[in-house]
């Protein structure tokens, strides 16, 4: 059985040599206007269309409405409900990542609602079920801003629901990074109102009155509380290795004074890998007036990378082929270090015809994700599973590697039920089994850590065949790990 290096699937590896640019080209895939998410296909699809015009990174929502896009036990024990029930019993991430990877695209997981609750068009049971979690203002009542209503970010419980989702999503995924925005790590600056949070801010100033949401010490002194949770966390995925950690704030210095986002200080402590503050502006020189302050407060000689948010679509609204194009511009002469789109329906409208004016403008070359660059991931190793369930895959680069089963099955989610699948391995000499759960024709079998120049055995034993037309195949991808500096 001879392995296949599929040419269309290529790995950044073999690509290097023809890399003439190390930017970040990325963007937020939404489950709001959006169902990317909702089916294997749609997201094969939507990985191959975004390679194919030199998009490198996609950020997909993980933490949305107060639910997860994700299988997820922090989630199920806090919330009463392990994922968002579209999806079934499915695992979108899990798609997301190996259908990326396959082609060499970065996967940042998105944790958008961060600390907020709730939107008032979408009620969860989040506060229902722990109710003290609630952020305060100060008339007493529940913090709401912008029809969100928020969490108490203060709050330890609080922090560490959000950083023990951070932790699983790290430790079940071969995720490359993770990421907040302007609600994490946020409040609204109508929050901190509660008992214990009033003390601690007393115990500080010296001073029992209540202050002014607005109050600039006070403003500070919870903002530097958030930079310091920002900091733990940070310090938190650090162990994972290899993972970045990215923020996408409000624009300084409004997001500090309306949500407690000091995104200047982060830069200046080095708290993120990477920053993506919201140049959400409707006109170019809106953005370019906007990127300048920014750069200006943000962009630190070795500090995180800056690669603004460009606001692509919002509600009826679609950005101009001109003014997507001069905003690139504007990034690239400001010395940043790329961009990520906000969000990929924009791109795909109209027959994606922004995507393809970028593809015929500045990303008409292969680019590296930054942090890529130092370590190229290698190409996916495949094999077709013949007529007896076995293949035969030969790998030449030490490292971990994951072993996929992929047997097809990309049509309608509800037409692919899962599937019982036994995986046997011999590598090395040593042999293995895993009897898998095979949803949508995939499933992640295990890791192996693979020498160079090494032969991997595969036997896949299944009740029920491929779809005619879709042979099955063993899949191997590099991992996290096997990429670390």
């Known amino acids: 059985m001879r392995t296949i290096l599929t040419s269309f699937l290529l790995g950044i590896s073999a690509l290097a040599a023809q890399v003439e640019a190390q930017e970040l080209r990325g963007v937020w895939i939404a489950n709001t206007g959006s169902t990317v998410l909702e089916s294997r296909a749609e997201i094969a699809q939507t990985m191959e269309v975004l390679r194919a015009h030199g998009i490198n990174t996609v950020y997909p929502v993980m933490w949305s409405k107060g639910l997860t896009c994700y299988p997820s036990a922090v989630a199920k024990e806090v919330v009463g409900s392990a994922i968002d029930p579209r999806y079934g019993d499915r695992d979108p991430l899990e798609q997301v990542i190996y259908e990326a990877h396959r082609r060499g695209i970065e996967v940042v997981a998105w944790l958008e609602y961060g600390f907020a609750a709730e939107h008032a068009k979408k009620p969860t049971t989040l506060l229902k079920r722990n109710p003290k979690w609630a952020a305060v203002g100060p008339d007493g009542k529940r913090v709401e801003k912008n029809d969100f209503t928020w969490a108490n970010a203060f709050d330890p419980e609080v922090q560490s629901f959000v950083t023990d989702m951070v932790v699983e999503l790290a430790r079940t995924y071969d995720i490359d990074g993770l990421q907040g925005d302007d609600r994490l790590p946020a409040l609204p600056s109508t929050g901190g109102y509660d008992a214990?949070?009033?003390?601690?801010?007393?115990?500080?100033?010296?001073?029992?009155?209540?202050?002014?949401?607005?109050?600039?010490?006070?403003?500070?002194?919870?903002?530097?509380?958030?930079?310091?949770?920002?900091?733990?966390?940070?310090?938190?995925?650090?162990?994972?290795?290899?993972?970045?950690?990215?923020?996408?704030?409000?624009?300084?210095?409004?997001?500090?004074?309306?949500?407690?986002q000091d995104?200047?200080?982060?830069?200046?402590?080095?708290?993120?890998?990477?920053?993506?503050?919201?140049?959400?502006?409707?006109?170019?020189?809106?953005?370019?007036?906007?990127?300048?302050?920014?750069?200006?407060?943000?962009?630190?000689?070795?500090?995180?990378?800056?690669?603004?948010?460009?606001?692509?679509?919002?509600?009826?609204?679609?950005?101009?082929?001109?003014?997507?194009?001069?905003?690139?511009?504007?990034?690239?002469?400001?010395?940043?270090?790329?961009?990520?789109?906000?969000?990929?329906?924009?791109?795909r409208e109209r027959d994606d015809a922004l995507l393809k004016a970028l593809h015929a403008g500045p990303y008409r070359t292969e680019a590296l994700a930054p942090w890529r660059v130092a370590k190229p991931r290698p190409a996916p190793i495949e094999a077709l599973v013949d007529g007896e369930g076995r293949a035969e895959l030969t790998v030449q680069q030490t490292g971990q590697w994951d072993l996929w089963i992929d047997l097809g099955g990309l049509g309608p989610a509800k037409t692919n039920a899962a599937q019982q699948v036994e995986v046997s391995w011999t590598l090395a000499g040593v042999s293995g089994s895993q009897r898998v759960r095979v949803h949508e024709g995939l499933a992640r079998v295990t890791r192996l850590q693979v020498p160079a120049n090494a032969g991997v055995s595969v036997q896949v034993r299944a009740a029920a065949k491929a779809p005619a037309g879709t042979p099955g195949r063993a899949v191997l991808l590099a991992t996290r790990e096997m990429l670390a500096k």
């Open 263 to 347: 995104a200047q200080a982060w830069a200046e402590r080095g708290l993120v890998d990477a920053l993506h503050p919201q140049v959400y502006r409707y006109d170019l020189p809106a953005y370019v007036r906007t990127l300048r302050e920014q750069t200006s407060a943000l962009q630190r000689r070795d500090g995180p990378l800056l690669a603004p948010g460009v606001l692509v679509k919002s509600g009826s609204y679609v950005i101009s082929s001109e003014y997507l194009l001069g905003a690139v511009q504007a990034n690239r002469d400001a010395g940043c270090a790329g961009e990520v789109h906000f969000f990929l329906e924009g791109l």
């Open 196 to 260: 214990a949070t009033l003390k601690a801010w007393a115990q500080h100033s010296g001073s029992t009155k209540k202050p002014e949401p607005k109050d600039e010490a006070w403003v500070a002194w919870r903002a530097d509380r958030l930079s310091d949770w920002l900091a733990q966390l940070q310090t938190t995925v650090r162990g994972f290795g290899g993972l970045q950690l990215s923020s996408s704030p409000s624009c300084y210095p409004w997001g500090l004074n309306e949500y407690l």
